[in-house]
């Protein structure tokens, strides 16, 4: 399978929930930064994904899976002995897509275009920081007195840990969330978590060495 990605994209979720479920995958990287976005020979990356963003995967038989928080229950799916999500259909399971719901279009949404993009003025990205405290207030009430998010760990700590790694960039300290940092420090000790941080932050030149 191919993971279409860039370094400083949420493609860092699945890069870690492959990693952690022991499924290999091909880095395919997509310069995001500039427009058009294209891959590394300059292929329009609009010929591959019509949304024009990552992270995509594409499976084996050609077909193809889009956005994040499907992507990583597709992955998780892919090998249940891993314990990356529950099984389906139960309430736990439910539990779990609620919170990729919420990371995906309360904390992920918020960062990004607001707080990469100071284009925008500095009233919208105080704004958006704003939002983000109040949400990160949530996660932070979530993990009283838990290791992981849902109290196991899953996929829904790797796709969280996208945008705390991005908190000191965006200047949306965690400094009032100890628990969110007690946990940071937790998910940056696991080896697969530093794996998928090692391959995924790669230039293309080094993905093809």
């Given at each position: 399978?191919?993971?279409?990605y860039?370094?400083?994209?949420?493609?860092?979720?699945?890069?870690?929930?492959?990693?952690?479920?022991?499924?290999?995958?091909?880095?395919?990287?997509?310069?995001?930064?500039?427009?058009?976005?294209?891959?590394?020979?300059?292929?329009?990356?609009?010929?591959i994904?019509?949304?024009?963003?990552?992270?995509?995967?594409?499976?084996?038989?050609?077909?193809?899976?889009?956005?994040?928080?499907?992507?990583?229950?597709?992955?998780?799916?892919?090998?249940?002995?891993?314990?990356?999500?529950?099984?389906?259909?139960?309430?736990?399971?439910?539990?779990?897509?609620?919170?990729?719901?919420?990371?995906?279009?309360?904390?992920?949404?918020?960062?990004?275009?607001?707080?990469?993009?100071?284009?925008?003025?500095?009233?919208?990205?105080?704004?958006?920081?704003?939002?983000?405290?109040?949400?990160?207030?949530?996660?932070?009430?979530?993990?009283?007195?838990?290791?992981?998010?849902?109290?196991?760990?899953?996929?829904?700590?790797?796709?969280?840990?996208?945008?705390?790694?991005?908190?000191?960039?965006?200047?949306?300290?965690?400094?009032?969330?100890?628990?969110?940092?007690?946990?940071?420090?937790?998910?940056?000790?696991?080896?697969?978590?530093?794996?998928?941080?090692?391959?995924h932050?790669?230039?293309p030149?080094?993905?093809?060495a």
């Amino acid at each position: 399978m191919q993971l279409y990605y860039h370094p400083y994209g949420c493609s860092l979720a699945p890069a870690i929930a492959a990693a952690e479920a022991g499924i290999a995958l091909d880095l395919v990287y997509v310069d995001i930064i500039g427009e058009p976005h294209t891959l590394a020979d300059g292929l329009l990356y609009t010929e591959i994904n019509a949304r024009n963003y990552v992270p995509l995967l594409g499976l084996d038989d050609g077909t193809e899976v889009s956005e994040a928080g499907i992507i990583l229950q597709y992955l998780a799916d892919l090998n249940p002995a891993a314990g990356l999500a529950p099984a389906q259909g139960t309430t736990e399971r439910r539990e779990l897509n609620q919170w990729l719901t919420f990371l995906g279009t309360e904390l992920h949404k918020t960062y990004s275009p607001w707080l990469f993009h100071p284009e925008v003025g500095e009233l919208a990205q105080d704004y958006a920081r704003k939002r983000v405290a109040a949400r990160y207030a949530i996660v932070e009430h979530q993990l009283e007195g838990r290791a992981w998010l849902l109290g196991d760990y899953t996929v829904a700590d790797a796709y969280l840990f996208v945008m705390a790694n991005w908190a000191a960039a965006a200047k949306t300290p965690l400094t009032d969330f100890p628990n969110i940092r007690a946990w940071f420090e937790r998910m940056k000790a696991r080896p697969q978590v530093r794996a998928a941080l090692k391959m995924h932050s790669a230039s293309p030149a080094a993905q093809a060495a």
